[in-house]
């Protein structure tokens, strides 16, 4: 499997609590990666409401002027505190769309926003935005609430199912868990009493717990049963004072395009802890495929 290597984070802002702690998680993860930060503001052709007061599309120059002047004292700010390297980028259109258009014209490596904030700008960050970029983005995404005030992964959540696509997340941890110094915690979870089932995951978790073994990542590991995997996930998530629960996004074809799996759909909308969204490759893994490297 390829390494995963981050060179360029992209950081949605509004300057909403929920974005500024977005950037926070940012600027940690700039520095230990030597990686560059660009800022991302989406306006919306809807009101856009300012401290300031309120703008209609006919004062949108007025706007877009406040706007680049809160960015750029913002990315002077940045620069002076932190010694990262960031920019913005300013852009007109639908939210999750637009952040996409962002991170394909700049190889972006990984996205981090905040969820559930409300904008100095707009409203900009409802969970519907998030989702929606969640859904689009080929890129991993970590989504962050305001509740949240702790930067870092000290201990990350690894659950791994009976997909084939679930052991793709390993190679993303591993290297968080090298530059964060984190503990992984591996969950295996089945939804049904099935003893072929059990069996096979077992397999899956062997394969994990040898990988992460290889590299010297410090990991905890264990197997449960539940109904419902996302709150199975999140609570045992809790239990082991996870900072980042990583999953895959589930993403399926259907007449509208991609969705985002009701597993996947609840990590993100629920979790209070921040979650890694992670697009499959099916290119990765079949169901022979081992983990290697």
Same mark, same amino acid.
């Given at each position: 499997m390829n390494t995963f290597k981050i060179n360029k984070i992209l950081v949605p802002v509004d300057l909403s609590a929920n974005s500024l702690l977005a950037l926070e998680h940012a600027t940690f993860m700039a520095k230990l990666f030597k990686a560059d930060i660009i800022l991302a503001h989406v306006m919306e052709t809807m009101v856009a409401k300012l !401290?300031?007061? #309120?703008?209609?599309?006919? !004062?949108k120059?007025?706007?877009?002027?406040?706007?680049?002047?809160?960015?750029?004292?913002?990315?002077?700010?940045?620069?002076?505190? #932190?010694?990262? @390297? $960031? #920019?913005? $980028?300013?852009?007109?259109? @639908?939210?999750?769309?637009? *952040? @996409?258009?962002?991170? !394909?014209?700049?190889?972006i490596d990984i996205i981090i926003m905040g969820t559930h904030g409300v904008s100095g700008f707009q409203?900009?960050?409802?969970? #519907?935005?998030?989702?929606?970029? /969640?859904?689009?983005?080929? $890129?991993?995404?970590?989504? /962050?609430?305001?509740? /949240?005030? @702790?930067?870092?992964?000290?201990?990350?959540?690894c659950p791994i199912d009976n997909s084939d696509p679930s052991r793709e997340k390993v190679r993303y941890i591993l290297e968080l868990a090298k530059k964060y110094n984190s503990k992984v915690h591996i969950l295996g979870i089945l939804s049904v009493d099935d003893d072929d089932a059990a069996v096979a995951l077992d397999k899956k978790l062997e394969q994990v717990e040898n990988y992460f073994a290889k590299h010297d990542v410090n990991y905890t590991m264990k197997m449960v049963e539940g109904d419902n995997l996302a709150m199975v996930t999140m609570k045992y998530a809790k239990k082991m004072k996870?900072?980042? *629960? /990583? *999953?895959?996004?589930?993403?399926? !074809?259907?007449?509208a395009g991609i969705f985002l799996g009701p597993f996947a759909q609840q990590i993100v909308n629920r979790s209070k802890i921040p979650v890694m969204s992670i697009t499959p490759d099916p290119a990765v893994f079949s169901s022979k495929t081992s983990l290697n490297g």
């Amino acid at each position: 499997m390829n390494t995963f290597k981050i060179n360029k984070i992209l950081v949605p802002v509004d300057l909403s609590a929920n974005s500024l702690l977005a950037l926070e998680h940012a600027t940690f993860m700039a520095k230990l990666f030597k990686a560059d930060i660009i800022l991302a503001h989406v306006m919306e052709t809807m009101v856009a409401k300012l !401290d300031l007061g #309120s703008f209609t599309t006919s !004062d949108k120059k007025r706007a877009e002027n406040t706007i680049v002047e809160k960015l750029e004292n913002l990315c002077n700010e940045l620069r002076v505190k #932190s010694g990262v @390297k $960031v #920019s913005y $980028v300013l852009k007109t259109g @639908k939210i999750a769309k637009a *952040i @996409k258009q962002i991170s !394909d014209e700049n190889k972006i490596d990984i996205i981090i926003m905040g969820t559930h904030g409300v904008s100095g700008f707009q409203e900009f960050f409802l969970g #519907s935005n998030a989702f929606r970029v /969640v859904t689009v983005s080929q $890129v991993p995404v970590i989504t /962050v609430q305001t509740n /949240v005030s @702790k930067v870092g992964f000290d201990n990350i959540l690894c659950p791994i199912d009976n997909s084939d696509p679930s052991r793709e997340k390993v190679r993303y941890i591993l290297e968080l868990a090298k530059k964060y110094n984190s503990k992984v915690h591996i969950l295996g979870i089945l939804s049904v009493d099935d003893d072929d089932a059990a069996v096979a995951l077992d397999k899956k978790l062997e394969q994990v717990e040898n990988y992460f073994a290889k590299h010297d990542v410090n990991y905890t590991m264990k197997m449960v049963e539940g109904d419902n995997l996302a709150m199975v996930t999140m609570k045992y998530a809790k239990k082991m004072k996870s900072d980042l *629960i /990583v *999953i895959m996004t589930e993403q399926e !074809d259907n007449i509208a395009g991609i969705f985002l799996g009701p597993f996947a759909q609840q990590i993100v909308n629920r979790s209070k802890i921040p979650v890694m969204s992670i697009t499959p490759d099916p290119a990765v893994f079949s169901s022979k495929t081992s983990l290697n490297g």
